[in-house]
């Protein structure tokens, strides 16, 4: 690919992550207007009295034309504004501060142990496909679609926790990233509740991913010209097919933001996702809000990564 | 992609193989070769069906979701149990002959709750995916056929639809709505759609560059022609599969909903909230494994089922179209 066709291709996506900004921020919006009472309500709590709705409303000016209100609204985001979180008396930008780093270990972690099984058992599947390994593989994965990941955390402190006590069940308590991590114990049954969840999806693309490309014409050129089915699998097929996962890496940020809830809320994990929960709980619309839009952001850039870095590793790829 | 559905390649456990293994030709494919006198050409559902139908686990999985439906919505008339009434004096009690499942917390007899929270979820998840499909196919569709600018403004709309991670909108509006059965429908669909139209626009711009359907415009066939004898009943297997797919995805969501005490308000319930109920004893003394194993069980086997139907009626229609 000509290095003039990147940079416009790189632009034209940028361009197109902006309308989409655009978009979801009116979507956003759109929500918290949802909220019975407007987003007054959303603010100050359903317990606010008549006389403290006015003048909030008059306050926040949210009796300015909604452009006005928009404006307002996207530029206080921009400049880190996130919200403030009446019931937890923080600002959401301080929340996301204090539980992100959390969540992005659970995560990080999740992914890692996940890859690790989910791309050799995909080969495997897709190199001895319609075997009894394969099938036997293919029900695992199909069982991680089907079973809710919270009862997937619900078997393993029954399981691995209450009936057989390897590991404590509930996980690790700190307020730091070093604190959780000195309880490595405590960290393996959700890190691997995560992880099945997540498992299913990678095995599912590798096998897919690795048989599409078995059938392509430079595997037979590489077999043509006598190289070792090894050579084929490891040196063609596995390069190529890992292209696949990295782009869906970038796609998968949804996917990872609801595995990270029904695991932090199942094992009491103090990230994000348990911090949602408890917004949920306590009809805290400033938090539910601004980590929707910081996951969107997270998701946006995902987006946009996946396709740059697809464009980058696949020399194929024209725009 | 949607969250939990499956990738679309991999073909199903026990697909059935190519053609007959025995080297014998079947009378369909003895059809098609010209051997035998061809009949009327049978219709396309029928054709798939018998795609269908050759994939036992399909079968089979389709059975244990009619089972599940009549276990859910004639199961009470046969098993009837009081499911509005709280009965304290049975809090907890262990499976008996006048509880075969026990009773839980608030002394629901197990078995018949499972009934009506079944009910819940089959209502709420084929609801939700019908509605969610209707809208996808109807905007997909549209921005595919007028494509240009239009199009492309629609996609980005749809692109930011996708964007918000699903579970956390859906939650913010549950907790906006306090949703009953019906309104949970709408949390769901309303965002699920997106997924649907990317996919339906995609093989609608497919469909349109297809030799076939160029053809008919080469003869001069009208392009209303085009759309209704070769885009759509190709589209339609397209549709379909995804509706299956999204039939389990909303029971998912709407356990999960459930699980987070953001479900369907008592005495109403589904598996989901049924599971949440369960959770608060799991580390008591007692085994109280009715509170869990049950819910729990049912919605893996009604969502594999689901899943193993629309995997085979993906090869259904893909094969259908092979043999042709």
Same mark, same amino acid.
Not at chain 1, 2 to 31: C, D, E, P, Y
Not at chain 2, 10 to 25: C, F, H, I, K, N
Not at chain 2, 295 to 323: S, Y
């Given at each position: &690919?000509?290095?003039?066709? &990147?940079?416009? +291709?790189?632009?034209?996506?940028?361009?197109?992550?902006?309308?989409?900004?655009?978009? $979801?921020?009116?979507?956003? *919006?759109?929500?918290?207007?949802?909220?019975?009472?407007?987003?007054? $309500?959303?603010?100050?709590?359903?317990?606010?009295?008549p006389a403290q709705l006015a003048y909030y409303n008059h306050l926040y000016g949210f009796d300015r034309p909604i452009w006005v209100q928009y404006w307002r609204w996207v530029s206080q985001f921009a400049q880190g504004n996130f919200g403030y979180s009446l019931k937890n008396n923080q600002s959401v930008a301080s929340e996301i501060q204090q539980y992100l780093p959390k969540t992005l270990l659970l995560v990080g972690l999740g992914l890692v142990v996940s890859l690790a099984f989910g791309i050799p058992l995909g080969i495997y599947q897709a190199v001895k496909r319609y075997t009894v390994g394969d099938y036997a593989l293919t029900w695992v994965s199909f069982l991680g679609y089907a079973t809710p990941t919270f009862f997937v955390g619900l078997m393993l402190i029954e399981w691995f926790s209450l009936k057989i006590p390897l590991f404590p069940s509930q996980a690790p308590q700190g307020t730091t990233v070093g604190q959780i991590l000195s309880q490595p114990r405590a960290l393996v049954l959700p890190v691997f509740c995560f992880a099945f969840v997540a498992y299913a999806l990678w095995s599912r693309y590798m096998r897919s991913s690795v048989m599409d490309n078995l059938v392509q014409d430079y595997v037979r050129t590489a077999r043509a010209k006598g190289a070792s089915e090894r050579r084929v699998l490891w040196g063609h097929v596995f390069r190529n097919s890992l292209i696949t996962i990295v782009t869906l890496l970038g796609l998968s940020i949804p996917t990872l933001v609801a595995g990270a809830i029904f695991v932090e809320v199942v094992f009491n994990y103090p990230g994000m996702g348990l911090q949602f929960y408890m917004a949920a709980q306590n009809v805290d619309f400033q938090t539910l809000m601004g980590f929707t839009v910081i996951a969107t952001l997270a998701t946006i850039l995902g987006n946009l990564l996946a396709d740059v870095g697809y464009a980058v590793l696949d020399p194929r790829v024209r725009y | 992609m949607s969250l939990l559905t499956p990738p679309p390649e991999?073909?199903?456990?026990?697909?059935?193989?190519?053609?007959?293994?025995?080297?014998?030709?079947t009378s369909a494919e003895a059809a098609d070769l010209g051997l035998a006198p061809a009949a009327k050409p049978r219709s396309m559902l029928r054709r798939g069906w018998e795609v269908f139908a050759e994939n036992k686990l399909a079968l089979v999985s389709l059975g244990v979701l009619l089972f599940m439906v009549a276990f859910c919505f004639i199961g009470p008339l046969i098993y009837p149990t009081d499911q509005v009434h709280t009965n304290l004096s049975d809090y907890l009690c262990h499976p008996s002959a006048s509880h075969p499942l026990g009773c839980d917390d608030?002394?629901?007899?197990? *078995?018949?709750?499972? &009934?009506?929270?079944?009910?819940t979820s089959l209502e709420v998840g084929f609801a939700a995916a019908l509605v969610a499909v209707l809208i996808g196919t109807l905007y997909g569709a549209f921005a595919g056929f007028v494509g240009g600018t239009v199009d492309s403004f629609l996609m980005r709309v749809v692109d930011a639809g996708l964007s918000i991670p699903y579970i956390m909108v859906v939650i913010i509006l549950s907790v906006i709505f306090h949703p009953n059965t019906t309104v949970m429908i709408f949390v769901i669909a309303v965002f699920y759609w997106f997924a649907v139209a990317r996919l339906v626009r995609g093989e609608t711009l497919t469909l349109r560059t297809r030799e076939y359907v160029q053809a008919v415009k080469v003869l001069g066939g009208r392009k209303g022609r085009a759309i209704t004898r070769h885009v759509l009943p190709n589209a339609v297997g397209t549709i379909i599969v995804q509706g299956t797919f999204a039939v389990a995805d909303a029971i998912l969501i709407l356990a999960g909903l459930g699980f987070l005490g953001l479900g369907v308000s008592a005495p109403a319930t589904d598996w989901g909230s049924m599971l949440s109920g369960g959770l608060q004893y799991l580390q008591s003394a007692q085994d109280y494994w009715w509170l869990i194993y049950p819910?729990? %069980?049912? %919605?893996?086997?009604?969502?594999?089922?689901?899943?193993?139907?629309?995997?085979?009626?993906?090869?259904? +229609?893909?094969?259908?179209?092979?043999?042709r």
């Open positions: &690919m000509g290095g003039a066709t &990147m940079t416009t +291709f790189l632009i034209r996506r940028v361009l197109q992550s902006i309308v989409v900004l655009f978009f $979801v921020t009116l979507i956003t *919006l759109w929500l918290v207007h949802l909220v019975p009472g407007g987003p007054v $309500v959303a603010l100050v709590g359903v317990r606010a009295t | 991999p073909p199903s456990v026990g697909a059935p193989p190519e053609g007959a293994p025995d080297g014998t030709l608030l002394g629901y007899d197990q *078995l018949g709750r499972l &009934m009506v929270g079944g009910q819910p729990g %069980i049912c %919605i893996i086997v009604t969502c594999i089922a689901i899943n193993f139907i629309g995997d085979a009626l993906r090869d259904a +229609f893909e094969t259908r179209l092979q043999r």
